[in-house]
């Protein structure tokens, strides 16, 4: 686990388990949820904020995301990442702020500089009134001695897309209608006051009633846990969690390049440009911020995510999907109403953690072999890795790639660049890829390790597969029995 918020993740972690382990017990009533809430919060002095009484609300909303449920008991958003308002008070209101490097000076620059009058004489130095302050940065310019310094939200900073703002009384608000589900804002945050709704409980409810649940572990897995513990561990663990079975998402990722080799020859033909489809977040990042980009220029191939389930729910009807991986929007993937046949549920992997840990399963090193994708498929993780397989899709197909030009975006900023050069008309590349994270899915908001550590482990990982085709791969797997298109369709 990575260590820039590791309080936050540990506290996460440990209400994750014990609401787990009421689940699995039949137990998860209000009363055993208070009796958490006393555990994580014995008093009488607090652990880790300013009273004890904060701090027992803060853990109440943790629990309910961690149930599935929204964290505020009276709100009905619809929302997967959410504010925990209790936890959000400690940033300053206003960003620029004075520091006691003001000399006091006569000059007073700073308050000649203002068009708001927002700064003001205090006795031994100026003060900015954040009432008043419009956050245009004249002040700072003008000091002399550096004295005025820019502090912005991290929530906010992490943000890609514009969706966080503050409310009068300094609490955070998410823009639903700007918001990707990418959960940057998540980590980001030093006071973990924003979180995201955990479905563990209906996992472990469908278990409990005898369902066929299904593990669906992304192309990221590799790399995460160690250099031992490859997807054959990470199947043999869950499948004594009660899971039916674990599928490798990379097989999805083949299934992805096939279908998308497709529209890009025939995209190709009509000189039209195209952008990838497996990052959810940049499938809503166009969806809510480039309209008719999403409309014209998206590719209509469903997520590999998507694609495993489908052909999961074909061959064991009326099953359950689950996927696991380091991804956020993945959850609201699940809930995305314009995508027929859905997966159920989407846990990051520090949640299948804590489904392991309630049933006291470790992750150990497993030498049965097990492999389900192309190393194409497999590399989906990583920044180039989609397009890559694409194109050696097309060659399968017996077409020539060597004209083709692509762009690979990865993080918010990249991918706001192509697609405002898409929409401005001025993108000179002929296909886009797109992830939202930077490095690709293995740098994701819910990873294990440093992203250059799980890129290393993951090398060795992946030099143990075995060089199948993609196409040949998919000749074993019934492709006529469900659909790759999000709206459901055959061809």
């Known amino acids: 686990m990575i260590n820039n918020d590791k309080g936050i993740v540990d506290l996460k972690h440990q209400i994750a388990t014990e609401i787990c382990r009421l689940a699995w017990a039949g137990t998860l009533d209000e009363e055993h949820k208070e ?4 555990e994580v919060s014995p008093g009488p002095k607090p652990v880790y904020r300013c009273c004890v009484y904060k701090e027992r609300e803060i853990v109440r909303h943790r629990i309910r995301l961690a149930s599935g449920l929204n964290a505020d008991v009276n709100s009905q958003t619809k929302n997967v990442v959410q504010v925990i308002q209790p936890a959000c008070d400690d940033c300053p209101a206003s960003t620029y702020s004075v520091t006691d490097n003001c000399r006091f000076c006569l000059g007073k620059a ?16 100026m003060h900015i009134d954040a009432a008043k302050c419009k956050e245009c940065g004249l002040c700072a310019k003008a000091c002399p ?3 005025i310094i820019h502090l912005e939200r991290p929530c906010k900073v992490a943000c890609p897309v514009g969706a966080i703002a503050w409310d009068e009384y300094g609490f955070c608000n998410i823009d639903e209608s700007k918001c990707v589900h990418c959960g940057h804002c998540i980590h980001a945050c030093p006071f973990g006051a924003i979180g995201s709704r955990i479905f563990l409980v209906p996992v472990i409810e469908a278990i409990k009633a ?6 669906m572990c992304a192309p990221a897995s590799e790399g995460q846990f160690g250099k031992d513990i490859g997807m054959a561990s990470l199947r043999r663990a869950l499948k004594a969690a009660g899971f039916a079975d674990m599928v490798e998402v990379g097989l999805g990722g083949d299934m992805t390049a096939a279908y998308e080799a497709r529209e890009w020859i025939e995209a190709k033909k009509e000189g039209r440009k195209m952008t990838t489809s497996c990052c959810p977040a940049f499938i809503s990042l166009l969806h809510h911020h480039f309209p008719k980009q999403y409309e014209e220029n998206k590719s209509d191939t469903v997520s590999p995510m998507v694609a495993v389930s489908r052909y999961l729910k074909a061959i064991h009807p009326g099953c359950v999907t ?9 959850k609201g993937e699940t809930l995305n109403e314009f995508i027929a046949d859905n997966t159920d549920y989407a846990l990051t992997f520090g949640e299948m953690l804590s489904l392991l840990e309630s049933r006291d ?6 030498e049965e072999d097990y492999q389900e994708a192309s190393l194409h498929g497999k590399k989906f993780a990583a920044s180039g890795g989609v397009a890559a397989a694409v194109l050696e899709a097309m060659r399968e197909m017996g077409e020539d790639t060597s004209g083709i030009t ?3 975006c990865a993080g918010g900023a990249e991918c706001r660049k192509a697609l405002t050069l898409l929409k401005n008309g001025t993108l000179k590349e002929d296909f886009v890829e797109g992830m939202m994270c930077p490095g690709g899915c293995v740098g994701g908001p819910s990873k294990r390790k440093a992203e250059l550590e799980i890129t290393r482990v993951r090398a060795d990982l992946l030099s143990k597969a075995d060089g199948r085709k993609i196409l040949d791969n998919l000749k074993d797997y019934p492709m006529d029995q469900f659909s790759m298109f999000r709206d459901g369709h055959r061809e």
């Open 322 to 330: 689950v996927f696991i991986g380091p991804c956020i929007a993945k």
């Open 210 to 215: 005898g369902r066929q649940v299904y593990a």
């Open 110 to 125: 700073c308050l000649n500089s203002c068009r708001f009058g927002a700064i003001r004489q205090g006795e031994r130095r």
């Open 145 to 147: 001695y550096g004295a």
């Open 406 to 408: 692509l762009m690979t």
């Open 361 to 366: 399963i470790a992750l150990e090193p497993c």
């Open 35 to 38: 009796q958490i809430v006393y």
